[in-house]
């Protein structure tokens, strides 16, 4: 499985940004996809999921909850994370996964994914 992130970039506070992951070896459909982001010097923090086509259902983490939004292009292989109303706080290494397994809720940690795309940088500043 490979994941490709891409959309990055530099951004006033309040303006937006598209990140895409391009997925690639799975029935892309098939499989719950998130965000997670990873700021200097902090672990790594859940931003948002997906569930797999079907089962349907987003979940996201509150300090960005009303502003991001997570979608998928099944005929592209691709999953989605728009992002509005930056804040400074929202700078960090943008990461999209892939899980193996299905369960009943949402998955949030870092462990429940299998699969890791290298990441994007987001920097949010003046």
């Known amino acids: 499985v490979q994941l490709q992130a891409s959309g990055g970039g530099s951004v006033q506070p309040g303006g937006s940004l598209r990140l895409s992951c391009a997925a690639s070896g799975r029935t892309f459909s098939r499989h719950t996809m998130a965000w997670f982001r990873q700021a200097p010097g902090k672990a790594r923090e859940f931003v948002g999921t997906l569930r797999r086509s079907g089962t349907g259902g987003s979940y996201y983490a509150d300090s960005v909850k009303g502003r991001f939004t997570i979608s998928r292009d099944n005929a592209k292989n691709t999953v989605y994370l728009q992002m509005n109303s930056l804040k400074f706080e929202d700078t960090a290494v943008y990461y999209c996964?892939?899980?193996?397994?299905?369960?009943?809720?949402?998955?949030?940690?870092?462990?429940?994914?299998?699969?890791w795309g290298e990441g994007t940088q987001v920097t949010v500043s003046s």
């Open positions: 996964s892939l899980a193996e397994r299905h369960l009943a809720g949402f998955m949030t940690r870092p462990d429940d994914y299998d699969y």
